[in-house]
């Protein structure tokens, strides 16, 4: 039997689906590749509301060498950096969700931070901003894009020196791509975000018809998916999260079972001092009625096993 995975780079190799931007190599080499500048600065401009010229006349990449060719380097640890003007912008992509995600993103978020302060340029100190693209939804925010700044308590004044964070739900609007119904209801900027987590080229084909900037990101998805290095990347980090996925599906089914086991214990438990509680009322209830017959204390103590001190206690 063929794992979903396995299914999967198979399609690939098919050239019936394409490595998604999802997995991180490909989306650095997608976003930092200079043919694509312009759906950088589209997805900069929609998420954070900074002028499109502003961006187009003034973005630098500041670490750009991350295409795929850079795949076996250490340069391809290494997030995008962004800068424009008076802001540092980090993009993340979010594959997946475990526990510590965002508190990673956070730290980061932090060390560029003080990395400006270290530097010893305080004037120059620029407003970091994070976008993390996220494969899943965890917030119960509505919205596709959620904003996170700090605050006053009556919402009424903000601490911009601390940043903004934007989470970006790539599965909401994949959901809706995929419902026959509500697909119409996507917005253009929703399409360009659907490139990158969108595998399937039909529905690529679909998403960039008619358009040639769209058009053009789909060449190099389809490039980058050709690459055999890439692939092997990626069916590594398959095959990788499969198995991390059957272990945490068994781990779970062994947690439920000894939780099952655990609350059937208990309720034993519970039972058996309830039936004990009952047991012992009936036998001091005895006890009680053979004192009102005038029986004897050593028959009594035969008959309900109790210590004379405790029948003498019923007196």
């Known amino acids: ?41 589209d997805l900069i401009s929609n998420i954070t509301k900074i002028p499109r010229y502003a961006i187009s006349n003034n973005m630098i990449i500041l670490n750009n060498e991350l295409g795929v060719e850079y795949y076996d380097s250490k340069k391809m640890q290494t997030d995008i950096l962004v800068e424009i003007e008076n802001n540092i912008i980090n993009l993340e992509m ?28 305080d004037y120059e100190i620029k407003k970091v901003i994070q976008i993390n693209f996220d494969n899943f939804r965890i917030f119960n925010s509505k919205e596709t894009i959620i904003k996170f700044q700090m605050k006053s308590e009556d919402g009424l004044d903000v601490e911009d020196s601390y940043g903004v964070v934007y989470h970006v739900n790539l599965e909401k609007i994949r959901k809706i791509w995929y419902n026959k119904t509500r697909k119409e209801s996507l917005t253009e900027f929703d399409r360009k975000l659907l490139m990158l987590c969108i595998t ?47 272990r945490k599906k ?15 214990l208990e309720k034993e438990q519970e039972l058996f001092i309830v039936e004990q509680e009952l047991f012992n009322k009936r036998i001091y209830d005895l006890a009680r009625s053979m004192l009102k017959e005038n029986i004897d204390i050593d028959t009594i103590k035969k008959v309900t096993s109790l210590k004379e001190e405790e029948i003498k206690n019923l007196l």
């Open 1 to 41: 039997m063929i794992k979903s995975y396995e299914q999967e780079i198979k399609e690939i190799r098919e050239k019936k689906r394409v490595i998604p931007a999802t997995f991180d190599p490909v989306f650095k080499s997608l976003l930092t590749n200079k043919d694509n500048r312009d759906y950088l600065v």
């Open 94 to 121: 979010n594959n997946s969700y475990y526990e510590g995600l965002f508190n990673k993103n956070s730290a980061y978020h932090q060390k560029l931070m003080v990395d400006q302060y270290k530097s010893g340029y």
């Open 200 to 246: 399937n080229k039909q529905s690529l084909e679909e998403i960039t018809k008619g358009d040639e900037d769209l058009m053009k990101i789909k060449k190099n998805l389809e490039k980058i998916s050709n690459n055999e290095k890439i692939i092997g990347l990626y069916d590594v980090s398959l095959a990788k999260e499969y198995e991390d996925n059957c």
């Open 250 to 264: 068994e781990h779970d089914k062994r947690e439920k079972e000894l939780k099952e086991k655990e609350d059937k």
